[in-house]
């Protein structure tokens, strides 16, 4: 069984769309999301720094764009489940059928534009925490006032809260962490610091009508799957200020039976994990066009067969 995965914020790199705007048909798919969100993906995404992806407002968008840029080179593949780490759910969401495209980046826009708006109000941040035993760990952040705000599984949590916080965090280190490092994203994502932003996404969503997932929805906020088009929009609504479970969605996989994993553009964070979480799971990370192939060898061997997927 095969699931396809998208990565969340601070996977994006300067130039990594690069590659693939070369392939067929991807830079006018670009250009037409472009023109719908007003936002210039190409531009991001070939010819910005490090700096400018880094914006919320940009970077979200941008990932999801970059996703299904991916997933439609893969031709056509019938997952076994989706999920998505934290902004990666709207690419899911788009994956299983629940968004079309363009919607699906409408709201990932605002979803950008709202969560930085609330990112300005405190200077807040993200550290990943690499080791330790999460009964240790989520106490010691919860004394230090900060959020566990990724329980990633595979040994790593990511902590979220004010800058002075994280400081506290990078001088004292919880029992067992072997290493704190400082991420790539400009806000405490899911915490109460993103409440302003649920109320302008749950705004932005009224306008959409959402379809029930074609195939296994695996929901970051607990790993539970989710069978209605309208739970799979409350649960991204509410989820920029709720922690981002990725450890149970892993504990879903495996009960699932999850026996290959894609992970869509830009790849490599996911994959770390489910490499150390999910022993035995074949992974392919898309980071540019040349891990097509390899990715493709894999659906071909695990990818569910029509009729198997439709309950025939």
């Known amino acids: ?52 992806i880094r914006d919320t407002a940009v970077a979200q968008p ?35 059928g629940v968004l079309d495209d363009t919607a699906a980046l409408t709201l990932v826009r ?23 035993d999460p009964a240790t760990t989520v106490p010691h952040l919860e004394k230090l006032g900060l959020t566990p705000a990724n329980m990633n599984g595979a040994g790593q949590i990511v902590a979220a809260g004010t800058l002075e916080q994280l400081a506290a965090l990078a001088e004292d280190k919880p029992e067992g962490v072997r290493k704190v490092v400082a991420l790539k994203v400009a ?18 969503a009224e306008a959409l009508t959402p379809a029930d997932p074609t195939v296994t929805y695996v929901s970051n906020k607990d790993g539970k799957t989710v069978a209605t088009g309208a739970e799979v ?49 074949r992974t392919v990370a898309l980071k540019t066009p040349g891990d097509l192939d390899a990715a493709r060898e894999l659906i071909a061997e695990t990818s569910t067969p029509a009729a198997d997927a439709a309950g025939a």
């Open 1 to 52: 069984m095969l699931v396809l995965v998208a990565p969340g914020q601070g996977a994006q790199t300067p130039g990594f769309l690069n590659p693939w705007l070369e392939l067929p048909g991807a830079a006018d798919r670009l250009a037409a999301w472009s023109d719908a969100i007003g936002l210039d993906l190409a531009h991001y995404g070939t010819q910005a720094d490090a700096d400018d």
């Open 62 to 96: 941008l990932l999801v764009a970059a996703g299904l840029l991916s997933a439609t080179a893969l031709g056509d593949v019938l997952p076994g489940a989706v999920a998505g780490h934290s902004v990666g759910e709207i690419t899911a969401a788009a994956f299983a």
């Open 110 to 132: 605002k979803r950008g534009l709202a969560m930085a708006e609330a990112a300005a109000i405190t200077e807040t941040g993200m550290s990943a925490l690499l080791g330790g």
């Open 187 to 204: 806000g405490a994502f899911h915490t109460h610091h993103m409440g302003p932003a649920v109320d302008a996404l749950a705004k932005a």
């Open 233 to 281: 929009l409350e649960r991204l609504v509410g989820q920029v200020a709720n922690p981002v479970r990725w450890d149970l969605c892993m504990e879903t996989f495996k009960e699932l039976g999850v026996t290959g994993l894609i992970e869509v553009c830009p790849g490599g964070t996911l994959t770390g994990l489910a490499k150390r979480a999910l022993p035995g799971v």
